[in-house]
């Protein structure tokens, strides 16, 4: 399982569940809009403290952002 596509994934649900633009994430969670993109098309690889910064501008846990989709990569 590729954790990068998955999270890419998950964010991007997130985001769009939360009616939330890239931009307003990334001033939420204090990241650059370039980070947010990159991570939500899987080419970045978050450390646990953007994990928690990008649940918080979500107002999610942690675990949303790793839960299984059922797409296995």
Avoid: C, H, W
């Avoid at 596509?5 to 939360?18: I, Q, T």
């Avoid at 650059?32 to 970045?44: A, C, H, M, T, V």
């Amino acid at each position: 399982m590729d954790m990068r596509k998955l999270v890419g994934r998950n964010f991007a649900r997130l985001r769009k569940a939360s009616g939330l633009t890239q931009e307003q994430v990334a001033e939420r969670a204090n990241l650059s809009q370039q980070y947010i993109s990159d991570l939500e098309n899987g080419k970045r690889n978050p450390t646990v403290e953007t994990l928690y910064d990008i649940a918080q501008a979500f107002g999610v846990s942690q675990v949303e952002l790793l839960k299984s989709d059922g797409q296995g990569d």
